[in-house]
């Protein structure tokens, strides 16, 4: 059986998407991509509404055949101009997802002390961070070409994959283990 976790770094320009998968309990590959799209002419809400649906539609692709979609929660804190829009992002994403697959929802704090021991951890730690948990030689991928959202991505993959205990050979630490055991795997989705 092939057993996938989905991980999904919501963006409105660039959407970071990973997979971790495995066909035998020895052999496991790890991808990720990023979902791409224009940016809208500001004021736009027509292009805005179609930008977010391709988002969500991408995602949900994204997602099939996964037994865990690992998203990344909302910032509460962001003040961007974007905010907005990225937090009506998120929950079109999520109220897609939740229909069909089981979803986690990691904040942004609980990623980032699972990558490095530190929850308030900046992106540069937190890419170090992963990079670690997802050694080149093990893996075969170059996190280096990855852009942040990708990078987040597999660091949310990496914990759903410690999540559902599936044995991936993810670097171990106290404070990896600490987060996963303080996170609750939802229920099945009904068929």
Avoid at 104 to 112: A, G, Q, R
Wanted: proline share 5%; net charge positive.
């Amino acid at each position: 059986m092939i057993r996938v976790v989905c991980g999904l770094d919501l963006s409105l320009a660039k959407t970071g998407v990973a997979h971790i998968e495995s066909a035998t309990g020895n052999v496991w590959v790890l991808n990720t991509y990023r979902v791409t799209t224009p940016p809208h002419p500001k004021g736009d809400t027509r292009a805005l509404r179609d930008r977010m649906a391709y988002i969500r539609s991408s995602c949900s692709i994204a997602a099939e055949h996964c037994q865990l979609v690992v998203l990344e929660g909302p910032s509460f804190a962001s003040v961007g101009s974007s905010s907005k829009d990225l937090m009506g992002l998120w929950w079109l994403v999520y109220d897609r997802l939740i229909r069909d697959h089981r979803v986690l929802v990691v904040p942004p704090s609980t990623l980032k002390k699972w990558a490095t021991g530190k929850g308030n951890a900046g992106k540069q730690q937190v890419g170090i961070g992963v990079y670690r948990a997802f050694p080149r030689e093990v893996w075969g991928l170059d996190l280096e070409r990855c852009d942040d959202n990708q990078v987040d991505a597999v660091g949310l993959a990496g914990i759903g994959a410690q999540v559902l205990d599936l044995g991936a050979p993810i670097e171990s630490t106290k404070y990896r283990t600490d987060v996963v055991s303080g996170l609750r795997l939802p229920e099945e989705v009904a068929a």
